[in-house]
């Protein structure tokens, strides 16, 4: 079984510049997480999409975080401007339905100089 | 609050020892506790998982213990290898499949 997929894995972008990530979760599972990872803490939530629907948002910065899932199944997480702070790895997971048994894909590393 | 705190921050054991990692939760309505490990440059991986209605549960050389008075539950590592030197982080969500609340990590290194 693939798992889940992301891309690119590794980004460095000048600050105020546009970046988008993009996932592909496991086949079938509805649910697809975007996680934030700064350096030395765990993954916090940034958004949850069940299908097409985002269903919990409420810690994505949406004055320049924005995400899509298109027909409920790979999704792109964009930010733009990226500020310096932006620096950290997104992750993506997936489970089967609101199943809480999480998969984690690689993950991308972004670099903000 | 949602907070999961964790303990210790690093940890280091040598090899054959017992790596014991704790976790404390606030909120009453978690109802699933998962442990995850996490390579450098890689995702977190699933571990093991428990339930607030078992007090232990064991997979292979890895086993959570869990206090549900005190809303506490811990990693246990027997026979710890070299291969085990990860970052592991406990985790807890409710059931109703809302994201997972980390702690900040466990750096574990086992040396040989």
């Known amino acids: 079984e693939a798992g889940v997929v992301q891309s690119p894995r590794y980004k460095i972008i000048e600050k105020k510049q546009p970046v988008a990530f993009w996932c592909n979760p496991i086949s079938g599972h509805n649910t697809l997480y975007w996680y934030l990872q700064n350096l030395g803490q765990g993954p916090e939530l940034l958004i949850r999409y069940e299908n097409e629907e985002a269903v919990d948002d409420s810690q994505l910065p949406k004055d320049r975080f924005s995400a899509e899932r298109l027909k409920g199944v790979d999704s792109t997480l964009k930010i733009q401007p990226a500020e310096l702070g932006d620096s950290a790895v997104y992750l993506c997971a997936s489970s089967l339905d609101t199943g809480v048994k999480q998969f984690f894909g690689p993950g991308t590393r972004l670099t903000v100089l | 609050q949602q907070q999961v705190k964790q303990s210790p921050q690093s940890l280091i054991v040598q090899k054959g020892g017992i790596s014991i990692i704790n976790c404390a939760y606030e909120n009453t309505a978690f109802d699933y506790f998962p442990w995850y490990q996490q390579f450098p440059g890689k995702g977190p991986a699933l571990l093991i998982a428990i339930r607030p209605d078992v007090s232990e549960k064991k997979e292979g050389r890895f086993t959570i213990s869990f206090n549900k008075s005190a809303k506490q539950f811990s990693l246990h590592i027997m026979d710890s290898q070299p291969g085990d030197s990860a970052t592991y982080f406990c985790?807890?969500?409710?059931?109703?499949?809302?994201?997972?609340?980390f702690g900040k990590g466990t750096t574990l290194s086992v040396s040989s």
């Open positions: 985790a807890a969500s409710n059931q109703a499949g809302t994201a997972l609340i």
